[in-house]
């Protein structure tokens, strides 16, 4: 009889149970080390011998019952569980989705295969060179000897091992692919990240992309550098660009010159040649050229004699023109961009402009 109306209240109570808390309670008041069917066997030792083995047999079969309830109520109870997380984070399918954001080439990735493709459809392929070089190569086979004046043009990043440095300009390159292609014909330009020891303004950077350009053969003049400059000048920036040359020196071209091309945003430098100067509204400088009319492009010339014979060519039969150009100024140049230093500096404000 007791054991009956044990079963009838445990199962009852267990009915009634709403969450895990409650189920964890029943499960000690019920099964647990101190519980009800614990206390319930301890009385048998108070039975008459004769009764001991049947009431133990049925604490037993109680003890299985109310454990297999209390399966299925917990199983009941994480159902329930999985059905009320579910309605809470009711999935809306007619929600628009999240645009996923869209890569894009880096601006100075831009430009340099623009100039690379122009150069490419006037006949020059790309040769790649090594960034760290050693002095011969960076200096002295371009005409530039140990203790030569002009090696203050640049402060250099000296390796730990003598004689070797990370590369000052793409130049080294030509005596690289002159050695490679001797006596052949070259048209190649070298494209690739260069380094000096320099303050870090607006203007320059400690790393920079060049592009070099060497064409060589046996009857290249400066017509042909001028011609080849023009045509990338107006593909480039667009118009009926035109140049402007002025003397220069470089160590390793005889003659050197500096190209200017009149300026994109007021062409006051082509305005100046043609006619007389117009008034043209207020008189602010332009911005871009601040008030010159000319923008400065590039340096070139025709290779010097000495480059020649160190890359392997007789100079007697073999003339060339270089040039060379930092694609992070002509960027400026073509999108009116202020601070070089904004290429390096990973602000999607400004990457996410092009
Ligand atoms: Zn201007």
């Not at 007791?2 to 109570?13: F, G, I, K, V």
């Not at 628009?96 to 990735?109: D, E, K, M, Q």
């Not at 402060?155 to 050695?179: C, K």
Request: glycine share 8%.
């Amino acid at each position: 009889m007791e054991l009956d109306q044990l079963r009838q209240q445990a199962l009852a109570e267990l009915n009634a149970v709403e969450d895990e808390a409650g189920l964890r309670s029943w499960n000690s008041h019920y099964l647990g080390k101190s519980g009800a069917l614990t206390q319930a066997l301890k009385r048998v030792g108070q039975l008459p011998p004769e009764e001991r083995p049947g009431y133990g047999q049925q604490v037993n079969a109680l003890k299985e019952a109310l454990l297999a309830a209390y399966e299925r109520k917990k199983q009941q109870l994480h159902e329930q569980e999985i059905a009320r997380s579910l309605a809470a984070q009711a999935l809306d399918v007619t929600l628009p989705g999240r645009p996923v954001l869209r890569g894009r080439l880096h601006p100075a990735t831009q430009v340099m295969r623009d100039i690379l493709a122009i150069f490419a459809e006037l006949g020059f392929q790309v040769y790649r060179s090594r960034e760290v070089e050693d002095d011969l190569t960076n200096f002295e086979l371009l005409n530039m000897p140990p203790h030569h004046p002009a090696r203050d043009l640049w402060d250099t990043f000296h390796t730990t091992t003598p004689g070797i440095l990370l590369r000052t300009h793409t130049s080294p390159g030509q005596i690289h692919v002159m050695r490679q292609y001797c006596p052949r014909p070259i048209r190649v330009v070298l494209p690739g990240m260069c380094y000096r020891y320099e303050q870090i303004t607006a203007r320059s950077e400690i790393q920079f992309q060049q592009v070099e350009g060497l064409a060589i053969g046996e009857s290249i003049s400066l017509a042909d550098l001028i011609g080849t400059l023009q045509t990338f000048a107006q593909r480039f920036f667009g118009g009926q660009r035109r140049l402007r040359i002025r003397n220069s020196y470089f160590p390793f071209t005889e003659p050197s010159v500096e190209v200017d091309v009149d300026c994109i945003l007021c062409q006051a430098g082509s305005a100046a040649d043609t006619r007389a100067a117009e008034p043209s509204g207020p008189s602010s400088p332009c911005t871009l050229c601040k008030g010159t009319g000319w923008l400065e492009i590039l340096g070139a010339g025709m290779v010097h004699p000495v480059v020649l014979r160190n890359g392997g060519y007789d100079p007697d039969r073999f003339q060339g023109f270089a040039f060379g150009m930092g694609p992070q100024r002509m960027a400026m140049l073509k999108y009116a961009i202020h601070d070089i230093r904004l290429f390096w500096g990973n602000d999607l404000r400004f990457l996410e402009q092009f």
